[in-house]
């Protein structure tokens, strides 16, 4: 459970956090996305991660609808040694982490990768480099000093967006 | 304690998780960002976060130097009832989050908010819309559906830079 003021309730990164707000869970995620992992014994193998607890972070994606779980095929129609096994396959809510899970990488590369990135995500079959970035409608990309706020929008109730307002016209008068 | 596998840890995304990864800490770099807190007060009134809890969480983001602590200054020449109070300000590798912390808002918006979005981030005095994406650099901004893909870097071990790389090529050849 997470904030018990309405402020902390009503926002878009609390609830990214209530579907993904466990540390395993990101990497399940990434590992899906990035290294083909579908199988639970291909999750289990490259993260290392106690089967219980695999088991509950996977079951807790089916049912936000991140994943879907698709039933092995029979081994007589398969062929090799994972004829069978169940799969996790992303669905398209999931797969529109990847900005996030990108950007949460390149913060890591930044200031937390002394041997330099681990990892380069790439565009049309690695031959393009991609990064995540704050794009402006109409400026186009921004860069890190760019000053970006926050106003606010058309699910927040009246009383928080007046004080959000009332910071934004004080910021610009001054 | 995350991942007990090498491939779990050399990661940029593990590694930025050891700093944030804690629901609470996304959420005080939030208001630091986005809603002028400087002062312990003003977190823990917007968040209503149990005053140990929010000091334990900043002690630890002062200590990753994501934040920077200022003594409050003298009563004497300082004017208000925050006169002397300690404020929390962020440093380059905090401010650094902004892109991360837009798009996880993103994925909120998209998927997990019924009344819509709570917040919009704007650029120029909240005149121009801003959203996080993936920029290529030869393609320019790429929408939702491009291909992306994790090559080794200069900081992946050979052994794990060599299963990837096998990966891609399997999947260029198919």
Chains 1, 2 share one sequence.
Do not use: K
Request: net charge negative; hydrophobic share 45%; aromatic share 6%.
């Amino acid at each position: 459970m997470l904030g018990n003021t309405y402020e902390s309730q009503v926002c878009s990164i609390s609830r990214t956090l209530e579907v993904y707000g466990e540390r395993w869970t990101f990497l399940i995620m990434r590992n899906a996305l990035f290294a083909d992992s579908t199988r639970f014994v291909d999750f289990q193998r490259s993260l290392g991660i106690a089967t219980n607890v695999l088991s509950a972070r996977l079951d807790h994606l089916v049912n936000e609808h991140v994943m879907e779980r698709i039933a092995g095929a029979d081994a007589a129609t398969s062929s090799g040694a994972a004829a069978g096994a169940t799969r996790y396959r992303m669905t398209p809510r999931g797969r529109d982490l990847v900005t996030a899970l990108v950007a949460l990488t390149q913060w890591g590369d930044s200031w937390a990768a002394p041997d330099g990135a681990p990892v380069l995500y790439t565009h049309r079959a690695g031959a393009h480099p991609v990064r995540a970035a704050l794009v402006c409608d109409e400026c186009g990309v921004l860069d890190a000093s760019a000053d970006v706020e926050a106003l606010p929008g058309p699910g927040m109730p009246n009383h928080l967006a007046e004080r959000l307002l009332a910071r934004h016209e004080a910021r610009v008068a001054s």
